[in-house]
């Protein structure tokens, strides 16, 4: 069964970014295109690992990361931050709520899929 | 809290000019000096009269004494001779020898030489006939001498007797008087012996004694007659007897009296010698003499005040330089404190001085204010004058940290060296700057002052400004990721055909949004800071819809787009930037075909509305929540929700229309329901006609649309066409191309030239300098621009009339109106109708009341010039007919007349609002000036 990866973001053609540069191994994507259904999506489909956009429509991505990790069983899945937001303080704040890796925009999509793969492995 | 800069109110001596008080002063002192000089010298004079006239009264009484004793001595001398017996003997009888003559002869000769001063001395017979006389004058003797006084008077009196003075015939025909005596031989008298006193022997003894006196003495005879002076001798027999002094000597009396005597004033008394003897006396000295020492006294007395005077005078006027000074002092101290106070005052930021204690000091509006404020919050009352201040702010509780505010308040008070800016925040959200440093009067410290700045708009644009910062920096970072993060793939992967299409779609497709944003956002930051000119442009904006509307049909083939035109009967034309509006029109145009990804009917409706022009673009789109509305014009807000997350855009474009949309002077908006589509709408001013070139063109030359439209509006009727330009360089080659009739002209202009430098340029150049040119501005100016030669100067904000009342002047027009003159003076009517037919009024004219009547029944001219004195109906009586009809109640009314009104004439007139204007008073340009205005009243 391949990993599942939940995308959350707003922007269709971020998230067709990662979906391809994710593309290289066999995942199972999951989109979600704000901050409620990135949630709703991640109840469902309890993924193995989140890549969050901060900012999004409705609840901001650390909003969506402190409420996965409220419940037990997302404690523990990778988080993958992306954001345009790249003062250290918003890099600070990402990873006092929990995520695991930090990626500015503009990011580079191979580098995203190997720490994906990075930490999909460790998990393992 | 109290004022501690407070006012206090001079005293009222000070209000008192310097100077007057000086004047007042000096009039005072100088005025008791002068009293008082004037009564020690009165004073002194008095004693010193009173001492004359008594020297005088003496010195007379006494000199009459004098003479009396000296002339009743010659009696007795005359007497004694008179008794001699060989004389009496001599003269006893009728027939004398020669022996008798000669002892005759030898007693007169004793007699003449027994006292000097006896001139001549002689015998007469009872009947006055001269018997002999010594010196011997032969001639005379024989001759009868009864007439003499000294004959009278003894035959009067029987005794000796002294006689008036009189010219002797003897010897030297001196002046004498004479002692006469009877010689009687027993009771018969046989003789008279007289001596002939010469009065220059009386004026040497008069003399002398006048020398002892030091006065002046003038002896009179019983007859007023002067016998001697201490000054000449009388060569003649001179009366005084019209002098005042003899005629009361004679009359018996002794006075004091002071008289003019031509050269100053003198100062005589008189006395009768005796009664018997008749004769007066009189002692003068010159006033000047008599009065020397009160002369002296007065002159130093008088030199005293004079000096006291100036001495007094010398030092008010220090005195009230002093005044002044102090005087101006206190003003320019009064004028600085208002000053001081004034500037604190005027300060935005609440400024407060404490003295070293914490008291209040001094504390400006703002800060008052701001204590109001913080005792209404906490229901406390304002503090008094010596309360602790720093107690008053430690217990202060509105900043969000308040230990941190304590603690720099504790700070302040403990090191009042201590200079700081602070910065805090309150918990109603508003943020203050404090900046607080110790004041020093030298180099003492007198207190501290404290700036308290309201800082929350500042604070506000801050936040605002890293918000905007974050966002943009977030929506060019999305693109950017897409590009880098394709791009990198195509470079790293290798991926099929169609996926390497994709992405370089992708790729594209992102830098062309990136574009468009980076665009967007400069033009609206170029709008936001104003620097951008609209060319302005009277255009057609139906053509322009359809142009755009034509793009648009090209780049949806779902959506059908239809452009509706509404009052097509005239062009849609309104005045401003064309390619703006066509960018506006296609930023609506996009997102209606954008939000509505179902496709449907777009519509795009215009039309004239008022003296706007509307234009709405309808879609039948997912529409906008009604909570996120009122968002819908924000910069980089865009509505979110599920259906919109596929749609593109900026969030930029909505906020630029509207910024665009702004700068014409129009409005824009929207209805939207959420599902069903949106309609976006804006106006923009119409103009009525535009670039016409007809000979009554008027050339607006204005930078503000909305300001040109309204001017464009307010003179709009069929005689005006209009053409627009924004700036002086345009304006002017205009003018020069196809001069207009009139030249509307703004101050503040887009480009280089503003319009002080159009309108010069155009005086400056002969083929424009005729061209009227109406100032129109906010601005002021009026005597520069009567200076430079325009018609008229108008500031904004202008009505309507004013402008058409400025343009009607300038600009001639035809069949402006018709005027009926009534006036039975056929000189008048012709007068009447030259000075407006220039005018281009149409004129009728009607001899009297009657006929007016008529004139006006046939056809209601616009206005009526009205004599008042006419035969068969008057003026007045015409005025109640007109007033009575309904048609021609309001038809205005110029009272042209040579009668002078009486008050109640001129009150009915006035009840009428009839205009008047007296023919005493006529000029052309009054007329003219009175008939324009009741034209544009009758229009």
Not at chain 2, 197 to 224: C, K, N
Not at chain 2, 571 to 578: E, F
Not at chain 2, 706 to 724: I, K, N, P, R, S
Request: hydrophobic share 45%.
């Amino acid at each position: 069964m391949p990993p599942r990866v939940l995308i959350c973001d707003n922007e269709e053609v971020l998230r067709t970014l990662v979906r391809d540069a994710l593309a290289i191994a066999d995942y199972e994507i999951v989109e979600a295109r704000d901050g409620d259904e990135s949630v709703q999506a991640a109840r469902s489909c309890e993924p193995d690992l989140i890549v969050l956009d901060m900012m999004m429509p409705g609840r901001t991505g650390l909003e969506v990361l402190s409420e996965l990790r409220s419940e037990a069983r997302f404690a523990e899945t990778p988080v993958i931050m992306l954001t345009a937001r790249a003062q250290a303080s918003d890099r600070n704040a990402a990873l006092a709520a929990g995520v695991d890796r930090f990626l500015a925009k503009p990011f580079s999509p191979l580098a995203l899929a190997s720490v994906v793969e990075e930490l999909l492995d460790g998990r393992s | 809290m109290t004022h501690a800069i407070g006012r206090k109110k001079p005293s009222r001596l000070t209000r008192i000019p310097a100077g007057w008080l000086g004047v007042l002063f000096a009039v005072v002192s100088l005025a008791s000096l002068a009293l008082l000089a004037h009564l020690s010298v009165s004073i002194a004079t008095d004693a010193v009269k009173r001492d004359a006239e008594a020297r005088m009264v003496s010195t007379s009484s006494l000199s009459a004494e004098v003479v009396r004793a000296e002339l009743e001595r010659l009696k007795e001398l005359v007497t004694s001779y008179a008794a001699r017996p060989s004389l009496v003997a001599a003269l006893r009888d009728g027939a004398r020898t020669r022996a008798e003559n000669q002892v005759i002869r030898q007693h007169l000769d004793e007699l003449r030489v027994a006292r000097s001063g006896i001139a001549t001395a002689f015998v007469v017979k009872p009947d006055g006939t001269l018997i002999d006389v010594v010196p011997a004058t032969p001639s005379i003797v024989g001759k009868n001498y009864s007439f003499r006084d000294w004959y009278i008077g003894l035959s009067r009196t029987g005794n000796a007797y002294i006689s008036q003075a009189y010219r002797t015939q003897a010897g030297n025909r001196k002046l004498v008087v004479a002692a006469s005596t009877y010689v009687r031989d027993g009771t018969n008298q046989v003789g008279i012996l007289v001596a002939a006193y010469g009065v220059d022997f009386l004026q040497e003894f008069v003399s002398g004694l006048a020398t002892a006196q030091d006065v002046t003495l003038s002896i009179t005879d019983q007859r007023g007659t002067l016998v001697a002076t201490s000054s000449r001798t009388p060569r003649e027999l001179i009366s005084k007897r019209a002098d005042p002094r003899v005629a009361a000597a004679l009359a018996g009396e002794t006075g004091v009296v002071q008289l003019d005597a031509g050269e100053g004033h003198q100062l005589s008394a008189y006395s009768p010698v005796v009664p018997d003897l008749g004769w007066t006396v009189t002692a003068s000295v010159p006033t000047s003499s008599a009065f020397a020492t009160v002369g002296k006294l007065r002159s130093t007395v008088l030199s005293i005040a004079l000096v006291l005077g100036l001495v007094l005078l010398g030092a008010l006027l220090v005195l009230v330089r002093v005044l002044r000074a102090r005087q101006r002092a206190e003003q320019e101290v009064r004028r600085l404190v208002n000053l001081n106070r004034a500037v604190l005052n005027a300060a935005p930021d609440a400024i407060f001085m404490l003295d070293p204690e914490g008291r209040m000091l001094a504390q400006n509006t703002a800060t008052y204010a701001l204590s109001q404020e913080d005792a209404m919050r906490t229901g406390r009352a304002d503090p008094d004058a010596d309360e602790n201040v720093y107690e008053r702010l430690r217990e202060y509780d509105a900043p969000t940290d308040v230990e941190q505010w304590r603690r720099t308040i504790d700070a302040l008070e403990r090191d009042p060296e201590l200079e700081v800016t602070y910065d805090y925040e309150r918990t109603d959200g508003r943020s203050f700057r404090v900046y607080t440093a110790p004041v020093r009067d030298g180099a003492r410290v007198a207190g501290r002052i404290f700036v308290h700045q309201d800082r929350t708009p500042e604070r506000e644009a801050e936040r605002m400004k890293s918000e905007l910062v974050a966002t943009v920096s977030h929506e060019l970072r999305t693109p950017l990721a897409s590009i880098l993060g394709f791009a990198e793939l195509l470079r790293h992967r290798d991926v099929d055909d169609a996926t390497h299409e994709r992405y370089v779609d992708t790729i594209h497709g992102e830098a062309y949004r990136l574009t468009n944003l980076v665009n967007d956002f400069l033009d609206l930051q170029r709008i936001e800071e104003g620097d951008f000119t609209l060319t302005l442009d009277a255009f057609d904006l139906a053509e322009l819809l359809g142009e755009q509307v034509a793009v648009f049909k090209v780049q949806s083939i779902r959506h059908e787009l239809q452009l509706e035109l509404e009052g097509d009967e005239e062009p849609l034309t309104v005045l401003g930037d064309r390619e703006r509006i066509a960018q506006l029109v296609a930023n609506l145009l996009s997102n209606a075909i954008k939000y509505s990804p179902d496709g449907g009917p777009i519509s795009v409706r215009c039309a004239a509305n008022g003296g706007q022009i509307e234009v709405a673009v309808s879609d039948p789109g997912i529409g906008i929540p009604a909570d996120q509305q009122q968002h819908v014009f924000t910069k980089f807000f865009r509505v979110d929700s599920s259906d919109t997350r596929k749609i593109g855009g900026t969030g930029l474009g909505l906020a630029l229309c509207r910024e665009i949309v702004d700068a014409h002077g129009g409005r824009i908006g929207f209805e939207s329901v959420r599902g069903e589509g949106s309609t976006f709408w804006f106006t923009l001013p119409a103009v009525h006609r535009a670039n016409g070139h007809g000979p009554r063109r008027i050339l607006v030359v204005e930078d503000d649309p909305a300001a040109a439209a309204l001017l464009g509006d307010y003179l709009a009727d069929e005689h005006h066409t209009f053409e627009f330009t924004a700036t002086g360089e345009q304006a002017i080659s205009r003018a020069l191309e196809d001069p207009p009739a009139v030249i509307c002209l703004d101050i503040a202009l887009a480009g280089e030239l503003d319009g002080w430098q159009v309108l010069a340029q155009l005086k400056a150049n002969p083929a424009t300098a005729q061209i009227p040119v109406i100032v129109c501005t906010g601005r002021n100016g009026r005597d520069r621009a009567a200076a430079l030669g325009t018609a008229d100067f108008i500031t904004k904000p202008f009505s309507g009339r004013r402008i058409r009342d400025a343009v009607a002047r300038v600009l001639p027009s035809g069949g402006r109106g018709t005027v009926l003159v009534v006036d039975d003076d056929p000189a008048v009517r012709a007068l009447v109708r030259e000075t407006l037919v220039r005018d281009q009024v149409k004129v009728r004219e009607a001899a009297d009341g009657e006929e007016a009547l008529e004139a006006i029944a046939e056809q209601q001219p616009d206005a009526l010039v009205l004599d008042l004195v006419m035969p068969t109906l008057d003026g007045f009586h015409v005025l109640d007919r007109l007033q009575d009809d309904p048609r021609t109640k309001l038809l205005p009314v110029i009272v042209l007349t040579a009668r002078r009104l009486s008050g109640e004439e001129h009150d009915l007139l006035k009840a009428r609002s009839v205009s008047l204007l007296e023919k005493s008073a006529y000029s052309p340009q009054e007329l003219r000036a009175l008939v324009d205005r009741a034209l544009v009243d009758a229009a």
